[in-house]
């Protein structure tokens, strides 16, 4: 499901305009977006399974990458913040380091 990193690189680009124009929440939120696309790729690849909802991503990741979930499970307490509280840059550039560190770790990993 190539779309789905397709789909991650879009809101990865979105998230960066809107770093660039300093509106913090839009931009922990595509970032996040990114972050969950990349972990529905991460999914499909390995189990042939589209995630419907938060709930079964996080069950999903629990189970069969422990690692990726603990942080994404961090950071969906940051993405919860953006729906109503004020963000910062370095709110917004942590969600960015870890999509980046996602990222790269798909493109060197092999399938599990």
Not at 72 to 101: C, M, P, W
């Amino acid at each position: 499901m190539e779309e789905l990193l397709e789909n991650a690189r879009e809101s990865f680009e979105s998230a960066e305009d809107d770093l660039l124009k300093k509106r913090y929440n839009s931009a922990v939120a595509s970032f996040f977006r990114a972050i969950t696309n990349m972990c529905d790729y991460l999914i499909y690849r390995d189990m042939k399974i589209i995630s419907k909802n938060h709930n079964e991503r996080f069950n999903l990741l629990k189970k069969y990458f422990s690692d990726i979930y603990g942080k994404v499970f961090e950071l969906f307490g940051k993405y919860r913040d953006s729906y109503n509280l004020r963000l910062s840059e370095k709110d917004a550039r942590g969600v960015k380091e870890y999509a980046i560190e996602l990222e790269e770790f798909i493109r060197n990993k092999k399938k599990i």
